[in-house]
Structures are given as structure tokens and as C-alpha cells.
């Protein structure tokens, strides 16, 4: 089912599966893994949180190839009904599936990329790991001074928005740590900026503040 095209003035709502935002089917394989590992359900324990939404089942109880393109608004969804599983709050649930990201790709398929020499290359990495994980939108990093950057994400749909800022904020923390920065600091704006419209739907840039001693 192709996502309803909008009118002049509305915006656009996609079913599961049918929206151009697209991410690699990595984000959904790691999902997966970790619900397997992490909590007591596993993976059938989430699904089951999500029964009420028969197309986000279906879409959700695919079979993901790795490097193949599909939908990525799903992943919020999918996040909140892993914190159901889990029995805890979203930002909780959010702090440690993006630490355990962190720990997954650095011995996994972003090894040599997130190869952990120093600080500001696990930085300028980030934004090369996130380009190529998802087709929409642009990242671009700016030095602020030493041992501080800026990295902006444009181009994040409305519905990924509050997702994306929650995990990523623990996943860059611990890679910065695993990379050896001394009390490091990575932090969004709270104040979002609209950018505009893609594909019917509101579009934002998202700022993080990364630092370290």
C-alpha cells in the first residue's frame, strides 16, 4: 500500500513499510539481536507489543537483509514497544540500546570505520556511519574550538526525530569513552530547527554538542 499522497497544505502518512525515509536493514537485524540478548521476551516479547497494529506486525516480522533498504520510521514505534518489554521508561529503555549499539558496531560490521584511535576521528566517523545508514537527509560536523565539535543532522523526519536524538546521544557518549575522551559531554539541542518538507512530511535538523577534556 503506497503511503497517501497529499493535497496542496497536507502532509503525508505512511503505513508501515511504505515511506521513502529509509534505513539499511541493519538497524532492524540489531534490533532484533539485541531484544534476543537484553530482554527477557526477546524478540517475540516486542512483537507481541505491537499486535494491536497488524501492519506494523507484518512489516516488523519480515525477514531484514543487511544491506537492503526499508523503511525507517517503523524504528520509533519499534523503540517505545521495546520499552514496554523491557518494563521501562522510554529514555531509560533509549540510554541502553544506544550503548549497546555503541558496543555492537565497534566489534561489527562498522569495525574498521569506528576503529577507536582517538576522539576526533571516532567524531568525523559518526557522520560517515550515519550517512551511510540512512538515504535521507545530510549530517555535517563542525569544529568549535579544541576537543569541541558540532555535528548537525538535517533532514530527520517529524517521526524519527525524538528517536534519533535519544539514542544517539548515549551511543556517541560511549563511543567517545570507548575512544578514550576524559569526561566526555554529547548533547542535542533541545530546540530542534524546522528545514522544511520531504515527501509530505515535516523534516528537521537536529544539533549535538560533542566535548571531551
Known sequence: MAGDAPGEGELATYP???????????IYLASKQFAEQQLPGGWAGVLD??????????????PFLAASWYDALPMA?????????????LAVFSRRRGEWQAQH???????????LTSPEVVVERIVRVTSQLFDFGSARLE?????????VR???????????????????????????AQDPVFRPDPV?????????????????????R
Do not use: M, N
Open 49 to 62: 507489543h505491537v499486535r494491536y497494529d497488524d501492519e506494523l506486525t507484518r512489516f516488523l516480522g519480515q
Open 192 to 212: 530542534v530547527a524546522d528545514d522544511g518538507i520531504a515527501h509530505g512530511v515535516p523534516t528537521f535538523s537536529i544539533s549535538y554538542e560533542a566535548r571531551w
Open 105 to 115: 558496531d565497534v566489534r561489527g560490521v562498522y569495525q574498521t570505520l569506528l576503529r
Open 143 to 151: 569544529q568549535l574550538g579544541e576537543r569541541h565539535f558540532r555535528l
Open 154 to 180: 538535517a533532514g530527520v523526519p517529524r517521526p524519527l526525530v525524538s528517536w534519533y536524538a535519544a539514542l544517539s546521544e548515549p551511543y556517541c557518549l560511549r563511543l567517545l569513552r570507548l575512544a578514550g
Open 16 to 26: 508501515p513499510g511504505t515511506s521513502p525515509f529509509r534505513g539499511k536493514g541493519l
Open 77 to 89: 514505534p519499534l523503540t517505545r514497544a521495546g520499552a514496554r518489554a523491557a518494563g521501562l521508561s
